[in-house]
């Protein structure tokens, strides 16, 4: 599985913008697909998960009611819809997936993903 992000920027607080991941190769082994973020000196922590199918989504607390993240089945895509955004999410934001297997962890595990594209940076300034 080969990933590509986009649709990282800068915005202003309180601004939005869209991040997609496109997915190729063995997307039929897809089981899971998150997003991860990771801000300068920190940990790369979770944002966003879906199920390949659209059918569950989890978020990380300080994103619940800002972010949306959603599957296009006609692009093979998973977007990231992020409003109301602040400086603290300034980072690097990575997608990744994970097979069946993954479904033994929890969907903010990241050894729960096998595959991880590059990041895009998003940056929110004050």
């Known amino acids: 599985v080969q990933l590509q992000a986009s649709g990282g920027g800068m915005v202003q607080t309180g601004g939005s913008l869209r991040l997609s991941c496109a997915a190729s190769g063995r997307t039929s082994s897809i089981y899971r697909m998150g997003w991860f973020r990771q801000a300068p000196g920190k940990e790369r922590e979770f944002v966003a998960a879906?199920?390949?199918?659209?059918?569950?989504?989890d978020y990380t607390d300080s994103v619940k009611g800002r972010f949306t993240i959603s599957r296009d089945f006609a692009k093979n895509t998973v977007d990231l819809q992020m409003n109301i955004l602040k400086p603290e999410d300034t980072a690097v934001y990575y997608c990744?997936?994970?097979?069946?297997?993954?479904?033994?962890?929890?969907?903010?595990?990241?050894?729960?993903?096998?595959?991880w594209g590059l990041g895009t940076l998003v940056t929110v300034s004050s």
């Open positions: 990744a997936s994970g097979g069946i297997g993954s479904i033994r962890w929890s969907s903010v595990n990241r050894p729960g993903y096998d595959y």
């Open positions: 879906i199920t390949w199918s659209g059918g569950t989504t």
